[in-house]
């Protein structure tokens, strides 16, 4: 089925002829790429042309090629997983020089006999065997062992950023309102981003630039503290930025931004829940890193799926947005900068689909989407690439080449404004949608606001202009003016006269050419 793109600019009624300029993204389509797994939760390449399903309870890694047809069972780890609830295998990562050394990580939770080491987050080393596509299964390594509070919260996502390091994301503990304050412990690694080195020998030490190594009281692998439940993060494959989906608590879901190579912040939890306060005692004199973004439960959401930074060639439209979506809710929604240090949140897929837990990119950073229910899809824009513009020739409204057209005054249809010309009658902002021969429908980005009723307020006022419009009060700044009018040098008015009134054209063509 084909999605429709429908851009609606919200503006106001002014005098001048407005451009607005905005990214051609409006609504994404998700397409099937493969189904029939169990309980997937994360989708990862290689560097090479397969991705890597990760399932959760099933606790094993499936190998599929990028046509989607399956290439066997790279690893299984369900001997030792325990599972149920939020626990499983959670996270997979192939090390920067995985063609090389065949080293790549799992992040799982440990079953054993042992009440005090069931459970466990466990992070551990394993190696590629002779054949490609299976793993060793007798290579693995314990790297790190972190003790859970509860059995919820366990994060889970691990990644290696553009520095090279291994960056893991590890929950509160558990429970709800993280009654142990793990989150603001920094002699606790529950509740932080986790940075390491691993050179891949079955070890890991700290990078010398963490940003708390010289801080006693602050473990040697905190890179930042006070998050939640950082189910998905992700770097930006182009610029090092870091993404986190920080899961809430019963108010707020959150998006926090970290500009690459920034260490050492707090997020906020408990003592900040999004934007908003939640458990103060204890926060006094903290500095903290607000989100970039938040989401009340009330419209919805219950659990945010952090995504990732398209950077792929296929959609131009979509490249540097940053995608996520919600396991309740279903709608998708973009990020992007909007210029003044901020992003513009816009809604992309108004999907009321249930259980979105993860999304992936392959080799060449096409996006996935992964849900639950043992589907994965592809994500893409149907209409990439489609755009238009309207004009005002002084007399009527032009919009550019499409299969159908609407014209719009503030924002609604004009009955029997189906042509690519119209002559506007009523005082208001006009604009076109125009539509393909696909169905995908796109509103002018550059719109014209208006005054009729016996003039156009905006437009050329220089009669000596070659784009003079005799309707126009007010000057536009749009004239394309001549350096005389009727022979007389000067007059720019036309009024046989070499007065004031033909100082804006001077100024207009100042420092110009004469041709």
């Given at each position: 089925?084909?999605m429709?793109r429908l851009?609606?600019?919200l503006v106001?009624?002014?005098?001048?002829l407005?451009?607005?300029?905005?990214?051609a993204l409006?609504?994404i389509?998700l397409v099937e790429f493969?189904?029939?797994y169990?309980?997937?939760v994360?989708?990862y390449?290689?560097?090479?042309?397969?991705?890597?399903?990760?399932?959760?309870?099933?606790?094993?890694?499936?190998?599929?090629?990028?046509?989607?047809n399956?290439?066997g069972k790279?690893?299984d780890l369900?001997?030792i997983t325990?599972?149920g609830?939020?626990?499983g295998?959670?996270?997979?990562?192939?090390h920067?020089?995985y063609?090389?050394?065949g080293?790549?990580?799992?992040?799982?939770?440990?079953?054993?006999s042992?009440?005090?080491?069931n459970g466990?987050?466990?992070?551990a080393?394993y190696?590629?065997s002779?054949?490609p596509?299976?793993?060793d299964?007798?290579s693995?390594?314990t790297?790190?062992s972190?003790?859970?509070?509860?059995?919820?919260h366990n994060?889970?996502?691990?990644a290696?950023?553009a520095?090279g390091?291994?960056?893991?994301?590890t929950?509160?503990?558990g429970s709800?309102?993280d009654?142990?304050n793990?989150?603001?412990d920094?002699?606790?690694?529950?509740g932080?981003?986790l940075?390491?080195?691993?050179p891949?020998d079955?070890s890991?030490s700290i990078?010398?630039?963490?940003?708390?190594v010289?801080?006693a009281?602050?473990l040697?692998?905190?890179?930042?503290?006070g998050?939640?439940?950082?189910w998905?993060?992700?770097?930006d494959?182009q610029?090092g930025?870091?993404w986190i989906?920080?899961?809430?608590q019963?108010v707020?879901e959150e998006?926090?931004?970290e500009p690459?190579g920034?260490?050492?912040?707090?997020?906020?939890?408990?003592?900040?829940?999004?934007f908003?306060?939640?458990?103060t005692?204890g926060?006094?004199?903290?500095t903290?890193?607000?989100?970039?973004?938040?989401?009340?439960h009330?419209?919805?959401?219950c659990s945010i799926?952090?995504?990732?930074?398209?950077?792929?060639?296929?959609y131009?439209?979509m490249?540097g947005?940053?995608?996520?979506t919600?396991?309740?809710?279903?709608k998708?929604?973009?990020?992007s900068?909007?210029?003044?240090g901020g992003f513009?949140?816009?809604l992309?897929?108004?999907?009321?689909?249930?259980g979105?837990v993860a999304?992936?990119?392959?080799?060449?950073?096409?996006?996935?989407a992964?849900?639950v229910?043992g589907?994965?899809?592809?994500?893409t824009d149907?209409?990439?690439?489609?755009s238009a513009?309207?004009?005002?020739?002084?007399v009527s409204?032009?919009?550019?080449?499409a299969?159908?057209?609407q014209?719009l005054?503030d924002?609604?249809?004009i009955?029997?404004?189906n042509n690519?010309?119209y002559?506007p009658e009523?005082s208001?902002?006009?604009?076109?949608?125009?539509t393909d021969?696909g169905g995908?429908?796109?509103t002018t980005?550059?719109y014209?606001?208006?005054?009729?009723?016996?003039v156009?307020?905006?437009g050329?006022?220089?009669?000596?202009?070659s784009n003079?419009?005799p309707?126009a009060?007010?000057d536009?700044?749009?004239?394309?003016?001549d350096w005389s009018?009727?022979?007389?040098p000067?007059?720019?008015?036309?009024?046989g006269?070499?007065?004031v009134?033909?100082?804006?054209?001077f100024l207009?063509?100042?420092?110009?050419?004469c041709?």
């Amino acid at each position: 089925m084909i999605m429709k793109r429908l851009f609606t600019l919200l503006v106001s009624v002014a005098i001048v002829l407005h451009c607005y300029a905005q990214g051609a993204l409006n609504e994404i389509q998700l397409v099937e790429f493969v189904s029939g797994y169990s309980d997937p939760v994360g989708i990862y390449n290689a560097g090479d042309n397969r991705l890597f399903i990760l399932e959760q309870n099933q606790s094993d890694i499936e190998i599929v090629d990028l046509n989607g047809n399956y290439q066997g069972k790279f690893l299984d780890l369900s001997s030792i997983t325990l599972t149920g609830g939020e626990r499983g295998l959670l996270g997979l990562a192939f090390h920067p020089e995985y063609a090389t050394n065949g080293k790549f990580y799992v992040n799982y939770t440990n079953s054993t006999s042992n009440p005090i080491t069931n459970g466990q987050t466990v992070i551990a080393e394993y190696t590629v065997s002779g054949d490609p596509n299976v793993a060793d299964a007798s290579s693995g390594v314990t790297l790190l062992s972190i003790n859970q509070d509860f059995s919820n919260h366990n994060g889970g996502h691990i990644a290696f950023g553009a520095d090279g390091y291994l960056y893991i994301g590890t929950g509160d503990g558990g429970s709800g309102g993280d009654p142990n304050n793990r989150a603001q412990d920094t002699n606790s690694h529950l509740g932080k981003m986790l940075r390491i080195a691993v050179p891949g020998d079955g070890s890991y030490s700290i990078p010398i630039d963490n940003p708390f190594v010289s801080d006693a009281s602050v473990l040697d692998e905190i890179w930042s503290i006070g998050l939640r439940n950082p189910w998905k993060f992700s770097f930006d494959s182009q610029t090092g930025d870091l993404w986190i989906g920080d899961v809430g608590q019963n108010v707020k879901e959150e998006v926090n931004f970290e500009p690459a190579g920034t260490g050492g912040l707090n997020y906020g939890w408990r003592c900040r829940e999004g934007f908003s306060s939640y458990n103060t005692s204890g926060c006094n004199g903290l500095t903290f890193t607000e989100p970039v973004a938040d989401y009340s439960h009330s419209a919805g959401p219950c659990s945010i799926t952090g995504g990732h930074v398209y950077r792929g060639s296929v959609y131009e439209s979509m490249v540097g947005h940053y995608f996520l979506t919600d396991y309740c809710d279903g709608k998708f929604y973009s990020l992007s900068p909007d210029g003044n240090g901020g992003f513009d949140e816009t809604l992309v897929l108004e999907s009321s689909q249930f259980g979105f837990v993860a999304f992936g990119n392959d080799v060449t950073n096409e996006l996935y989407a992964v849900n639950v229910n043992g589907t994965i899809y592809k994500i893409t824009d149907p209409c990439d690439g489609l755009s238009a513009s309207s004009s005002f020739d002084g007399v009527s409204l032009q919009c550019t080449a499409a299969d159908s057209y609407q014209w719009l005054l503030d924002g609604a249809p004009i009955s029997a404004a189906n042509n690519s010309s119209y002559t506007p009658e009523d005082s208001g902002v006009y604009s076109c949608i125009v539509t393909d021969a696909g169905g995908c429908e796109f509103t002018t980005t550059e719109y014209i606001s208006l005054v009729v009723g016996g003039v156009y307020l905006e437009g050329c006022t220089i009669q000596c202009s070659s784009n003079f419009n005799p309707l126009a009060t007010i000057d536009d700044g749009s004239c394309t003016t001549d350096w005389s009018c009727g022979g007389c040098p000067g007059d720019f008015t036309g009024d046989g006269f070499i007065n004031v009134s033909d100082l804006g054209g001077f100024l207009g063509v100042f420092g110009g050419e004469c041709e």
